[in-house]
């Protein structure tokens, strides 16, 4: 199974939670990183492992398929 079919393939229930809960936890480090006012640097940090940390799990999450039988 190549790569773009594994991504339109069906992905199972856990997995989709997995996904969404990824890409809450992307936005969040994102807005800590945008923030407009002076933020503590361990807070720039944290908001930094964040974005990695959702972008990981919201990649892993996606490429899962649901087992056909």
């Known amino acids: ?9 069906p992905t199972p229930k856990f997995f989709r939670k997995l996904r969404n809960f990824g890409l809450i936890v992307t936005a969040a480090g994102g807005a800590l ?7 503590p640097a361990t807070l720039v940090t944290v908001g930094g492992y964040l974005v990695v940390a ?4 919201t990649a892993v ?9």
């Open 1 to 9: 199974m190549n790569i773009i079919k594994r991504m339109k393939s």
């Open 33 to 39: 990183l945008a923030a407009p006012v002076a933020i």
């Open 54 to 57: 959702g972008s990981v799990a």
């Open 61 to 69: 999450a996606q490429a899962v398929v649901a087992d056909r039988q």
